[in-house]
């Protein structure tokens, strides 16, 4: 039998990045490329004693079929804790339990988009978003970055461009991959600018709760006020992401449509997830968490920008996170960066080359995404020397 | 905002079904219209037992990000699970976890159609997969029953129309909702057309564990030489299918598109899920466990017929299913289907009409479904009870 494919399925390439993560199996490589958690930021005793309690409370209700729209004790406790600052949920606002955030990418460009219909993202974003909606027929049309942050006269072209968009893709907080943070004022910008062309933004917040420098700004979904923003929060980086569990947030209208949608995909999320969530987020000391997690996180970040400060080639250039995961490298434009990437890898630290994070992976870039989370202090110092050796020589 | 959905999601239309699972939050409402398997069918010592051992014994692997394809361990105990009386795993084949069966639908859909193309199925058929097609832009073609079985003749025309099909749809054994079964010869005839006219079969097999009458018949799969075939078998109806945890296998070249359109749907299944099963089908004597099941779905299902039988008028006529949860019920054609079902439910018995299971619902249908795995016993007879007066009067 010779199998056809559909078209969408041809669009996604079987990356570059997916020999570096083969190359991962080797032990002694030093990996920079994942975007784990740090496994010591996950509340293992709390997940162990909620699970406990709730399967010897009741099991049947762990075990049997849930609701597709998520457990209930699970999306009020989780509501309450994203809307905890107040402004997320707005009147007449549902939320949806979905399986990790990927899901969310999933079920939007399926209610929303037609195949062949346009979705507006940043350039580089998120791989794995990138493909979900290459996957489900979307064209991408990309804005790059200017000055650190989104180039707003190139994002009012996409979005005033034919055919229209179906929706804009952002990571306004720590983005992956390049550690950055949308600044409030162009928030209000890309909000007026979305309202303009009536074109709906998909706010993809997984960092959101990992900020450890500089103070909170509002999200776009705080920030709006006419139904614009359909708002996606994990689990994945402040509890655990093996349990895949997030949650998307929009207005009642949308979200009955992600159900339906939903209904089709997996049923529902799996309810041990939901319901040992529901336990922590009911009985933890969330800000004592959170406080730890921060800690982590900036700790294992300004030990990698020192030691970046202290062996990278000045000709070097990189972002300095407040939150998130990783930190984007810019390196001459003389530089191989597919021949650094290779080379860093045959010396046994791997990185992500920076354009697997395009719209189309061919176009040149002369950048690679690091991250501080997932190595070990050891590793990281000893990783960083490893490629700031490289930068003085290629 | 005004909000502009895909057409796909416009072919989902808010089903009549909606209203009667709406109507199940009435306590005193008897339901025969859901299928969830009995709650006393769970392994629930085993799986809390095995949930604390893997959490004591390593919570970072359950914790943490795992493989799109599956967790290793449970992928291997899976096949040989699945695998165990032969010839459903070939040469070539790979497997993959999926959340739930419903994914196999979503991943299977992705990677062989574009928009518009044709799934053909049978007519009736399971909803959710017909929804999950229709979601992901595909157009049914129903091929009706015939003397209890798909009709052969309708089956041919339908692969060999225009546009050709991408796959067929097949549930062989208790199918969902006729709870009959495909016979040996059937599925050679089935499997030779999908071999002349090179249509894939999707072959759905989350029932084939339960039969408790007859013998066993050869899964497509089984009976395949060619590489035509995707099987879905499903730990929902076995384990528990709040854990939404289901395998495809097929040949390694279409598995490995399903794992690129996984990792853009979910990333991955709940690991939890994946290992706590694992455990159990490595420890657990599976043999006694599925005989426990097949004893509680036989007393059910024989206890039904039992009580149709006295109380149902010889007008009605309905199939007698060997396994699965479901009982297809026809009324004579002078009874107006609809209002028979909503009468019902004014006298607090539920059932799903049967044109929720055509391609189309709004097609002529005399027919419902009825399910005994989730009833007790005296809901059974109670419930049996007051469809049967309604038969003898309507």
Known sequence: MKYQF???????????????????????????????PAADAFPVDEIIKASEELLED????VLQYGLTEGDPFFLKKAAAFINRKGGIIKEGDQIITTTGSQQIMDLASKVLC???????VEEPSFLGSLN?????????????????????????????????????????????????TMSLDTRKKVLALAKQYEVLILEDDPYGELRFEGEDIPSLKQ???????????????????????????????LIEKMV?????????????????????????????????????????????????EKHFSDQVTYTSPEGGMFIWVHLPSHVDTDA??????????AVVPGAAFLTDDSQECHAFRMNFSTPSREDIIKGVKILGDMTQTF
Not at 58 to 61: D, F, G, L, Q
Not at 144 to 168: N, V
Not at 340 to 349: I, P, Q, S, T
Request: with cysteine; hydrophobic share 45%.
């Open 132 to 180: 979900s909606f290459k996957e489900n027929g979307c064209q991408l049309r990309g804005v790059p970055y200017k000055d650190g942050e989104i180039d707003l006269a190139a994002l009012e072209l996409a979005l005033s461009s034919q055919p229209k968009p179906k929706f804009m893709y952002l990571i306004p907080n720590f983005q992956n991959p390049m550690g950055t």
């Open 340 to 349: 650094f990437v290779k080379e860093a890898l045959k010396r046994k630290v």
């Open 6 to 36: 559909s078209r969408k399925m041809q669009n996604v390439k079987a990356s570059a990045i997916r020999e570096i993560f083969k190359a991962l199996a080797d032990k002694e490589i030093i990996s920079f490329a994942g975007g784990n």
């Open 114 to 120: 037609n195949e062949g219909d346009v979705v507006v």
């Open 223 to 253: 920030l709006d006020e006419d139904g614009l923003v359909l708002y996606g929060a994990s689990f994945s980086k402040i509890m655990a992401p093996g349990m895949r569990v997030a949650c998307a947030i929009a207005n009642h209208e």
């Open 58 to 61: 009741n099991p049947i209700s």
């Open 260 to 308: 339906v949608a939903k209904q089709g995909a997996d049923v529902h999320t799996n309810l041990w997830a939901q319901k040992v969530i529901a336990r922590l987020l009911d009985s933890m000391d969330m800000d004592a968490h959170l406080e730890k997690l921060r800690k982590i996180y900036k700790e294992k970040c300004e030990l990698m920008l020192n030691e970046m």
